[in-house]
């Protein structure tokens, strides 16, 4: 059986931080901020990758009241959670990602996202597709207020005994 999750993400821009996605440190004047390192484009396919089995989302497994996430690595999250997935038989088929912004520009960093993201999920980097887009001025993002990020995984869940999967909710 496959299963398909949808994940999103956003974050505004903050003076003082380091601006990472997908992994990747991109020189700019502003980061984003949030409780972790605020990459987006992680946190927008952990939350595909959790919405594929039913295992709830970033905010349940990566607290942002807990001291242990604060200015954590997502790429080191998103690490326990492909292992966590892989620990209950599911096998990641597919992931494509969309990076919503004005700026930075991303196709200069798309192809390290994409090895950063299939080396933390031990998977091919065949799998794994990251775009980008902008707004064209429209809205908070349009006017490069923050960084949004979109994520669709494909997961085969066809592999585990029973239903090792909690329902949220």
Request: proline share 2%.
């Amino acid at each position: 059986m496959i299963r398909t999750g949808i994940g999103f993400d956003i974050h505004r821009f903050a003076v003082a931080r380091k601006l990472i996605l997908g992994g990747v440190r991109i020189e700019s004047d502003v980061g984003l901020m949030g409780h972790s390192d605020a990459d987006v484009l992680c946190h927008a396919v952990i939350d595909a990758l959790l919405g594929a089995v039913a295992d709830g989302d970033i905010g349940t497994h990566f607290p942002d009241n807990e001291k242990r996430w604060k200015d954590a690595d997502s790429l080191k999250m998103l690490a326990a959670v492909g292992a966590r997935l892989k620990n209950k038989g599911a096998l990641i088929v597919n992931i494509d990602a969309t990076i919503l912004a004005e700026k930075p520009r991303v196709a200069p960093y798309r192809a390290e996202m994409r090895k950063n993201i299939s080396l933390a999920l031990g998977i091919d980097e065949a799998k794994v597709s990251i775009k980008a887009t902008t707004l064209e001025g429209l809205g908070a993002l349009g006017r490069g207020e923050g960084i949004a990020a979109m994520a669709v995984a494909g997961v085969e869940c066809s592999r585990f005994q029973g239903s090792p999967f909690r329902v949220q909710g």
